[in-house]
T-cell receptor, first 112, second 110 residues
Framework: DVKVTQSSRYLVKRTGEKVFLECVQD?????MFWYRQDPGLGLRLIYF???????EKGDIPEGYSVSREKKERFSLILESASTNQTSMYLC???????????FGPGTRLTVT | SQQGEEDPQALSIQEGENATMNCSYK?????LQWYRQNSGRGLVHLIL???NEREKHSGRLRVTLDTSKKSSSLLITASRAADTASYFC??????????WGAGTKLIIKP
């Protein structure tokens, strides 16, 4: 079974803090994704990566950056957290030749 | 960008009844996927239907696709309490990007 793990289930940070969310997958998938999920808005793509050190902006990249130094690990960075970044953050991975995405359990981030 | 729209937004039925959820989308697609999300957790892939398919089954799940109407439906037969979850459709905008609907919240009453 594919396993995608995220570093924290719940996180509380203060406005202005730098926040790191980590995601690790164990199936050697080429593609990895970061989404945020807000009520009534579905999933919105922040960034994705199709290879080590490669990244592409999604629909809402502003205020976020990512890092993929190893194939299995994809990090999301909030450079200076703001209250409007309070949300559920979901990481997913995908084999390059397939359509199905595998998700981690999510990190519920609260910025106060 | 938001493409899929699920309908209804919420659905509450008795255990044992069938549940039907609909998804509409805006542009041409290669395939459409349905995912389930249990309360406050990650999503799990349920089923994928390709644009050249009209119907697909997986256990108690039946998915239909009407490309002329740009719509899909997910039918869960003989519902169980464990089916209580939110259900999302996702269409492919590119090889990398899925476009997600806002989801249907399904509650199965015992």
């Amino acid at each position: 079974d594919v396993k995608v793990t995220q570093s924290s289930r719940y996180l509380v940070k203060r406005t202005g803090e730098k926040v790191f969310l980590e995601c690790v997958q164990d199936m050697d998938h080429e593609n990895m994704f970061w989404y945020r999920q807000d009520p009534g808005l579905g999933l919105r793509l922040i960034y994705f990566s199709y290879d080590v050190k490669m990244k592409e902006k999604g629909d809402i990249p502003e205020g976020y950056s990512v890092s993929r130094e190893k194939k299995e690990r994809f990090s999301l960075i909030l450079e200076s957290a703001s209250t409007n970044q309070t949300s559920m953050y979901l990481c997913a991975s995908q084999k390059a030749s397939a359509y199905e995405q595998y998700f981690g359990p999510g990190t519920r981030l609260t910025v106060t | 960008s938001q493409q899929g729209e699920e309908d209804p937004q919420a659905l509450s039925i008795q255990e044992g009844e069938n549940a039907t959820m609909n998804c509409s989308y805006k542009t041409s697609i290669n395939n459409l996927q349905w995912y389930r999300q249990n309360s406050g957790r990650g999503l799990v892939h349920l089923i994928l239907i390709r644009s050249n398919e009209r119907e697909k089954h997986s256990g108690r799940l039946r998915v239909t696709l009407d490309t002329s109407k740009k719509s899909s439906s997910l039918l869960i037969t003989a519902s169980r309490a464990a089916d209580t979850a939110s259900y999302f459709c996702a269409t492919d905008e590119s090889n990398y990007q899925l476009i997600w609907g806002a989801g249907t919240k399904l509650i199965i009453k015992p």
